[in-house]
């Protein structure tokens, strides 16, 4: 399995970008693929995760980031992607692509996800 996260860069405040996250070697639309970061010194935090299809394909999002970040997926491309929008300085970090195949009150935890991409490094200046 490889989950090959891409799209970071450097930003300014207010501005957007885009990750992708491509996976290969499993089934893609039967499992829950998330999104972590990683700041420096600090511990692997929860973004966001879209649920696979049969188990009903919600998005759920950390609080601080509700209502800027979005994550969409396409199933045919085994690839899902966050939308960030109006970035700042606390969004600084690594991001990491996951996918886990437990039960959804589980998706929300690091833990549970078994397959990890590399991480994609998004920096917003201020």
């Known amino acids: 399995v490889q989950l090959q996260a891409s799209g970071g860069g450097l930003v300014q405040a207010g501005d957007s970008l885009k990750l992708s996250c491509a996976a290969s070697?499993?089934?893609?639309?039967?499992?829950?693929m998330g999104w972590f970061r990683q700041a420096p010194g600090m511990e692997r935090d929860f973004v966001g995760t879209?649920?696979?299809?049969?188990?009903?394909?919600?998005?759920y999002y950390a609080e601080s980031v509700k209502g800027r970040f979005t994550i969409s997926r396409d199933n045919a491309k085994n690839t899902v992607y966050l939308q960030m929008n109006n970035l700042g300085p606390e969004d600084t970090a690594v991001y990491y692509c996951?996918?886990?195949?437990?039960?959804?009150?589980?998706?929300?935890?690091?833990?549970?996800?078994?397959?990890w991409g590399q991480g994609t490094l998004v920096t917003v200046s201020s």
């Open positions: 070697g499993l089934t893609f639309r039967t499992y829950h």
């Open positions: 996951a996918a886990s195949s437990v039960a959804l009150s589980g998706t929300t935890e690091a833990r549970n996800y078994k397959h």
């Open positions: 879209s649920i696979r299809s049969g188990s009903g394909g919600a998005t």
